[in-house]
Nanobody, 119 residues
Framework: VQLQASGGGLVQAGGSLKLSCAAS????????MGWYRQAPGKQRELVAT???????KYADFVEGRFTISRHNAKNTVYLEMNSLKPEDTALYHC??????????????WGQGTLVTVSS
């Protein structure tokens, strides 16, 4: 199973970006999917998660600026980010719990996509 993240880039403060992360490989179904980020010199932190049923959870720092969504048929999770701030600059990773069959599953991480917000 592989997770391929995309959509990062350089944007000015106040701008928007939409990240995508597609899972591929041997997939029976996918449970939770989520986005995490790691800024230089800091620990990785949770940004948002979404269950297979669409229940979402956000970190406090999101403050209503980001929206996580998923397309189950495409095995893809999205993160729409608005009103970006310089402190949102980080490497954004996607994570998913993938069931490869009815009896086994694991967490998988994507390689990360870099988001840089200039002031």
């Amino acid at each position: 199973v592989q997770l391929q993240a995309s959509g990062g880039g350089l944007v000015q403060a106040g701008g928007s970006l939409k990240l995508s992360c597609a899972a591929s490989g041997r997939i029976f179904n996918i449970r939770d999917m989520g986005w995490y980020r790691q800024a230089p010199g800091k620990q990785r932190e949770l940004v948002a998660t979404i269950t297979a049923g669409g229940r979402t959870k956000y970190a406090d720092f999101v403050e209503g600026r980001f929206t996580i969504s998923r397309h189950n048929a495409k095995n893809t999770v999205y993160l729409e980010m608005n009103s970006l701030k310089p402190e949102d600059t980080a490497l954004y990773h996607c994570k998913a719990y993938v069931n490869r069959d009815m009896w086994s599953g694991s967490h998988y991480w994507g390689q990360g996509t870099l988001v840089t917000v200039s002031s």
